[in-house]
């Protein structure tokens, strides 16, 4: 059974940091592209960051540009997204996600599988 494992939410001040990790079990995902989103209340799921199956390549939305990194380490089959410098509109669940092909998409319609959720709470 495939997996993906979300951790490493919580709450934070503004200004603060979070490193989320997603761990992929049931099989390796060395050959696809992966990506966060997240989802506050009320709100549709929104793209976060994505990252192509070499890591050679990343793309965030515009709104975390400069704070959050998205990293990947294959021999752990685990993705990474490093958030800096909080701000309290970036409370929200956050979700990890794999595709079936290489390369890197912002639609969540182009996910094949999903974690469960980590919550990010920022208070101001």
């Known amino acids: 059974q495939v997996q993906l494992v979300e951790s490493g939410g919580g709450l934070v001040q503004a200004g603060g940091s979070l490193r989320l990790s997603c761990a992929a079990s049931?099989?390796?995902?060395?050959?696809?592209?992966m990506g966060w989103f997240r989802q506050a209340p009320g709100k549709e799921r929104e793209f976060v960051a994505a990252?192509?199956?070499?890591?050679?390549?990343?793309y965030n939305t515009d709104s975390v540009k400069g704070r959050f990194t998205i990293s990947r380490d294959d021999a752990k089959n685990t993705m990474y997204m490093q958030m800096n410098s909080l701000k309290p509109e970036d409370t929200a669940v956050y979700y990890c996600a794999a595709r079936m092909y290489t390369s890197l998409r912002k639609g969540h319609y182009d996910y094949n599988y999903w974690g469960q959720g980590t919550q990010v709470t920022v208070s101001s």
């Open positions: 990252i192509t199956w070499n890591g050679e390549n990343t």
């Open positions: 049931g099989r390796t995902f060395r050959n696809n592209a």
